[in-house]
């Protein structure tokens, strides 16, 4: 498929999700629609409660805060992209496997503690920084476990820095044209979005309580229960903060999106892919085609999970993911 036409299908499918946050948010009625035209602030996150918080200013000096727990080979988890998403989503994973690897689990800038790297967000500034953050944190081949479209960044890390990275796990991952992006809003809404007067209220609209619990509830987890009051504040907090508000802003606009099709054909690192079997964006049908351009990869499918299954099935998705490594360990000895 051509880089046009998945340009378009990015735009298609992100026009999709921006009506449906849209009428979410508004479905509460005017007092939603005042509240985000008059933008109240919302009250900053409150620090983790779990692993070891740290910063690392890289050779660029752009500074990167991450958590970090446990002793072992190293293991590093990327977050997805969407409305207060940042490192917290691999919290009870990160705590399972941390009992047998060295957890690494940073925010990309913009997201979650880290601050957005000065100037246009971009795919290359993000692959920059990955790249410094296995150079000069983890220093050892580590392996990447990437959710949404953050599995297009770790597929380019691996094949352009093939020293630093064992193997790959790619959750419900985005980056083939054919998978385009369905949380980019390019086209209207993402211009909408980026419009200095009107864009502001339209992200906060987009970012309100009603609009968050609807995407997290209707179009995330698989299990809506699951979404309670402390993860809801959590992605309300996190996607009010002015950093995040821009880096929001990019991905809502497909600034992010990053197309890794002509680029799966020169990994040479074994490769995990793992989807919650009631995910929608993307839906797991979407494992064929990574599978097709992926032939030797291991694939596992999470019942009763939706697009974050390490958050909603922890104990499964992490017993799948060692036993997969150890597998490809045994292998590797044979």
Same mark, same amino acid.
């Given at each position: 498929m051509s880089r046009g036409t998945g340009r =378009?299908?990015?735009?298609?499918?992100?026009?999709?999700?921006?009506?449906?946050? *849209?009428?979410?948010?508004?479905?509460?009625?005017?007092?939603? @629609?005042?509240?985000?035209?008059?933008?109240?602030?919302?009250?900053?996150?409150?620090?983790?409660?779990?692993?070891?918080?740290?910063?690392y200013a890289g050779r660029s000096g752009r500074e990167v805060v991450f958590q970090e727990l446990g002793s072992g080979p190293p293991i590093v988890l990327l977050h997805s992209f969407g409305p207060g998403y940042d490192a917290n989503q691999w919290r009870a994973a990160a705590e399972l496997l941390a009992a047998d690897f060295s957890v690494y689990v940073p925010d990309f800038p913009g997201w979650g503690r880290t601050r957005a790297i000065p100037g246009a967000h971009h795919p290359e500034r993000y692959l920059q920084l990955l790249e410094d953050f296995l150079a000069g944190v983890v220093r050892e081949k580590a392996v990447l476990v +990437?959710?949404?479209? %953050?599995? =297009?960044?770790?597929?380019?890390?691996?094949?352009?820095?093939?020293?630093?990275?064992?193997?790959?796990?790619?959750? =419900?991952?985005?980056g083939l044209g054919?998978?385009?992006?369905?949380? $980019?809003?390019?086209?209207?809404?993402?211009?909408?979005?980026?419009?200095?007067?009107?864009? +502001?209220?339209? !992200?906060? !609209?987009l970012t309100g309580r009603a609009a968050l619990e609807h995407h !997290?509830?209707?179009?995330? #987890?698989?299990?809506?229960?699951?979404? &309670?009051?402390?993860? *809801?504040?959590?992605?309300?907090?996190? =996607?009010?903060?002015?950093?995040?508000? $821009?880096? @929001? %802003?990019? #991905? !809502?606009?497909? &600034?992010l999106w990053h197309d890794v099709s002509e680029e799966l054909e020169r990994l040479r690192v074994p490769v995990w892919l793992a989807w919650g079997r009631q995910a929608k964006n993307p839906p797991v049908d979407q494992a064929d085609l990574w599978l097709r351009h992926l032939p030797g990869a291991a694939?596992?499918?999470?019942?009763?999970?939706? %697009?974050l299954p390490y958050a909603e099935t922890p104990a499964l998705f992490c017993r799948a993911l060692e036993?997969?490594?150890?597998?490809?360990?045994?292998?590797s000895t044979d």
């Open positions: =378009s299908l990015k735009s298609d499918r992100g026009r999709k999700i921006a009506t449906r946050l *849209l009428i979410a948010g508004a479905a509460v009625g005017t007092p939603i @629609l005042v509240a985000a035209l008059l933008r109240r602030r919302a009250e900053p996150p409150s620090p983790p409660r779990w692993g070891r918080a740290h910063r +990437a959710s949404g479209l %953050a599995a =297009s960044y770790a597929v380019q890390a691996a094949v352009d820095h093939p020293d630093r990275v064992r193997a790959l796990a790619l959750v =419900s991952p985005l054919e998978t385009a992006e369905t949380g $980019a809003l390019q086209g209207f809404a993402g211009h909408v979005v980026g419009l200095p007067v009107v864009g +502001a209220p339209v !992200l906060d !609209l !997290l509830r209707r179009e995330v #987890y698989a299990a809506p229960e699951r979404v &309670d009051a402390a993860l *809801l504040e959590h992605h309300y907090r996190v =996607s009010h903060t002015s950093q995040a508000r $821009a880096a @929001l %802003a990019a #991905y !809502l606009r497909g &600034d694939l596992d499918v999470f019942e009763g999970a939706g %697009a036993r997969f490594l150890a597998e490809k360990a045994r292998t």
